[in-house]
């Protein structure tokens, strides 16, 4: 039996795939962790919400969603600041409490964590947060699949222009 035959029974004896391995998307540096979990809650401490410093802002009711009943039920809403948008959602039945589910800058005037600004090269970025799971256009995203979070960084001629923070809610 050839060598190499062997070797791919071997392989598929002991549950590895040599195309799984080449799938497989990098491992966060813990800087993009960090950036991903504490991120967004520093370009808002920053801008010392709900003061209303950042400059105007606008609410805008952008949806509903949920199940049957109105427990189920969610009202989404966007906050759109100076280049800062906030979405967050409202429970139909408690309509004070609310989780913020995405954090969006597409302003220079927000300071962002870890020295990335608006403008910064998309090499900056990698050499800052690392390797990203997935390049998607002229997106790097960063998926924390652990904590349900994620920052998608989308790049214009090689300068980054809107930074996005989610957080996924199931």
Do not use: H
Not at 7 to 13: D, G, Q, T
Not at 105 to 126: I, T
Not at 157 to 163: A, F, G, N, P
Request: glycine content about 8%; charged content about 25%; overall charge neutral.
């Amino acid at each position: 039996m050839p060598t190499k035959f062997r070797f791919a029974i071997a392989l598929m004896l002991a549950g590895i795939s040599v195309t799984s391995a080449a799938d497989e998307t990098p491992k966060l540096s813990s800087a993009a962790k960090d950036f991903i979990v504490k991120g967004a809650l520093q370009v808002l401490k920053a801008c010392d919400l709900p003061k209303g410093v950042c400059g105007k802002s606008r609410f805008t009711v952008t949806g509903e969603s949920g199940g049957d009943s109105n427990d189920e039920k969610q009202v989404t809403r966007q906050m759109s600041l100076d280049g800062l948008e906030l979405e967050m959602n409202y429970p139909v039945t408690n309509p004070r409490k609310f989780s913020l589910t995405q954090i969006s800058v597409n302003g220079g005037q927000w300071k962002m964590p870890r020295g990335l600004d608006l403008g910064s090269s998309a090499a900056k970025v990698k050499s800052v947060l690392g390797q990203p799971s997935y390049v998607n256009d002229d997106c790097f995203e960063y998926v924390y699949e652990e904590k349900q979070s994620g920052a998608s960084l989308c790049f214009k001629d090689d300068k980054l222009v809107k930074l996005v923070w989610d957080q996924m809610i199931d």
